[in-house]
């Protein structure tokens, strides 16, 4: 069993448990069981991003959700498919931030997936070219290289994305390829966020 499927388990046993413990009825929602059940209909057209990918490259944290990478080109097709498999039209956030960013959100069994893509189509391509597969469930799938992840992190700038920037460069700050990440802040226009990943790499020194 994988490290992360571990992980998910053990947070949703623990959260039943709580629930119950408090006389609170427990939501019958796993999101193990929608990954096992999901992401193989769409895993060779979509890239796992997101807070579950934290784990392939510093220490896992919870998260009750699923986020993929989907090229604009695929997202028809990635949709189309998840149609047929129960989902309803998703509902589509234009995020005018730099850079644009697209998300698709689909909900089932009361579980969100997020489909990201980026108005920028030069990174789209680059994220695109440096995905990696991984064994990170009980199938193989691909997932962002840690430069790509790292910089859609900088994108969202969420306090919990900067977290999540931490949490990797305390653990693989030997993975990280800052020029390659400076010279996509350059074209992106994100330069001032690109500080931001300066100053956490200075305080873990």
Request: hydrophobic share 35%; charged share 30%.
């Amino acid at each position: 069993m994988s490290r992360i499927k571990r992980l998910l388990e053990d947070l949703e046993r623990v959260t039943k448990e709580f629930r119950l413990g408090l006389g609170l009825v427990h939501e019958s929602k796993s999101l193990v069981a929608f990954i096992e059940n999901v992401f193989p209909i769409i895993k060779d057209e979509a890239i796992l991003c997101g807070g579950l990918l934290v784990s392939e490259y510093g220490n896992a944290r919870a998260t009750q959700d699923l986020d993929v990478f989907v090229l604009s080109s695929s997202i028809g097709n990635v949709t189309s498919k998840l149609k047929e498999n129960g989902f309803q039209d998703p509902e589509v956030y234009d995020y005018t931030k730099q850079p644009k960013t697209f998300i698709y959100k689909f909900k089932k069994d009361g579980i969100d997936l997020d489909c990201i893509y980026f108005g920028d189509e030069d990174f789209n391509l680059y994220i695109n070219k440096n995905k990696r597969k991984s064994s990170m469930f009980d199938f193989t799938c691909y997932v962002l290289d840690i430069n790509s992840f790292i910089i859609t992190k900088l994108i969202s700038g969420r306090y919990k994305d900067l977290g999540d920037i931490e949490n990797i460069v305390e653990t693989s700050n030997h993975k990280i390829n800052l020029e390659e990440i400076k010279s996509w802040c350059s074209k992106l226009k994100i330069m001032n966020k690109y500080s931001i990943l300066e100053d956490i790499i200075q305080n873990k020194e």
